[in-house]
């Protein structure tokens, strides 16, 4: 998950510049307030699994260099002397090289002639010019790991056709000629949805193919397949899915054939049998793209009176009326306050959502990703958000708007945490704005 979202739970989870703060604080409100342990997964590895980024790479951020939110491997082919010129990291420390000729030369100085001391002085000129070159192994630039990628054109002199319809896999036939190895993003069917831009949270569905063997490759549309979920431009994924998308609107269908520098590099993706030389061939449906700071819309059913009232303040955080009274419930409650006509959220699916946390006794908020501009993303029922959230969004459908009433044993228990009191009932209301493998 390259998604560098900030983390729900206020200041000192995550910058608000998108930077990765505390894995543990990555949930609504700030850390769990029970007991157990987090397994904290790179959004690399996420990638990985989802099979799009390439082998043993990180996220590349814009300008192609890597992320901090995986480790890095630094390598130098020049190899380390096991001891100083001077000798300080001997042990007991000695002379060293630099200490003989120093040494050297003193005594030359002390007893030679005037002849010795010219030729010690030429001499001692052409080693200090020696030292003064620079080691063309220390200071050769590093070598390229990867072809740097093509610019993206609209057509090329050979193209596959393709047959089908959107949200369907695609029949693609693969031409007889070979690639002439460009970055093609053709667009086959326009959409009418929101434009994707840098940074949204974009889903594709998607059919693929290699050029070089004709052989498919796994598609969202096989059985088990799910549509790739991802954030547009951030590199997390192969260019041929990261960047064909951008300035597309959701609901187009694209043509996308990718060398091997837009798609997994010279390397190649062994367990797809994809070779280091191949072109791949892509058909991207765009089912849906959302910007960091979008909600959900349509009509809203009131909760009941027993629920808090919900008041909508479009993109900032909603204002939640408690029930004069109430008790606190044992076991949680759900509401849809707008019901979306996307598919059902399922157990490991990441979502996307907007949230505005608030407590049940009063009202008061204590956290929303709408302060932050930002969604927060998570994989339903694994772990990294309190109970209430991972019992309460599954089985709920993308694009709805959801409050949650969950108690504390389903919440942050005894402990609380910040602003949350040991104890407490929470209220969340949550919009879904997507769902899939990411």
Partial sequence: MTEKTPSPGGAGTAANDGSAGDPAASRPGGPAGVDRESIVVPPAILAQQAGWAQPGDAPRAAGGTKTDDAPQIFASSVRKSDSSEAGYDENPPGVGRLGVILGTVLAVLLVGSGITLYMVNKDDGSKDSAAAKPDAAKTAPPTPTAEPVPPIKDSAKVLPTVAGDFGKKAEIQVPGETSDGSFVVKVLTEGTGPKVEKNSWTSVDYTAKDWNTGKDIPSSYD???????????????????????IGKKAGSRLLVVAPP?????AQGKADMSIGPKDDLIFVIDIRNANAPDAVVSGTVTPPPADFPQVKDNGKKPAEITPVAGAKDPTELKSHVLIKGTGPKVEKGEKVVVQYTGALFSN????????????????????????????????????????????????????????????????????DILDAGQG
């Avoid at 059985?223 to 998308?245: H, M, N, R, Y």
């Avoid at 932050?372 to 459908?397: H, N, R, S, Y």
């Fill in 363 to 430: 009202g008061k908020v204590f956290d929303s990703s709408l302060s932050k501009g930002q969604a927060f993303t998570f994989p339903v029922g694994g772990g990294q958000v309190i109970q209430g959230w991972d019992q309460g969004l599954e089985g709920q459908t993308v694009g709805s708007r959801v409050e949650l009433v969950i108690p504390a044993s389903l919440g942050y228990g005894d402990k609380g945490q910040g602003d949350i009191p040991p104890g407490a009932t929470l209220v969340f209301v949550v």
């Fill in 261 to 265: 520098a837009a798609a997994f590099g």
């Fill in 223 to 245: 059985a088990e397949g799910k549509p790739q979920i991802f954030q547009a431009g951030t590199d997390a994924l192969i260019p041929a899915l990261d960047q064909a998308v």
